[in-house]
């Protein structure tokens, strides 16, 4: 299964994997919480777990998607 994804999907899934990585450790954040917008040093850090996690099961970028989906809006 190599769906295309478009950009915008490409990032809300890898914040949706961080979420869950997240809840994992024990804390929640609401639904559509940005953690490629995170200051937290813990939450920043799951959001790069979410990108290498594309990077290896999709050789896809989220960083290539993340500036490409904000050049968008």
Same mark, same amino acid.
């Given at each position: ?14 914040? %949706?994997? !961080? ?9 929640? +954040? ?7 917008? /995170?200051?937290?040093?813990? %939450?920043? !850090? ?9 990077? +290896? ?7 290539? /998607?993340?500036?490409?989906? %904000?050049?968008?809006?």
């Amino acid at each position: 299964m190599n769906k295309s994804l478009t950009d915008r999907q490409i990032v809300d899934i890898a914040n %949706e994997l !961080a979420r869950v990585y997240y809840k994992r450790l024990g804390y929640e +954040v609401p639904f559509g919480y940005r953690f490629d917008k /995170a200051s937290h040093p813990q %939450e920043i !850090a799951l959001f790069d777990m979410a990108c290498i996690a594309f990077d +290896v099961l999709r050789e896809t970028s989220v960083m290539d /998607a993340l500036s490409n989906f %904000e050049d968008d809006e």
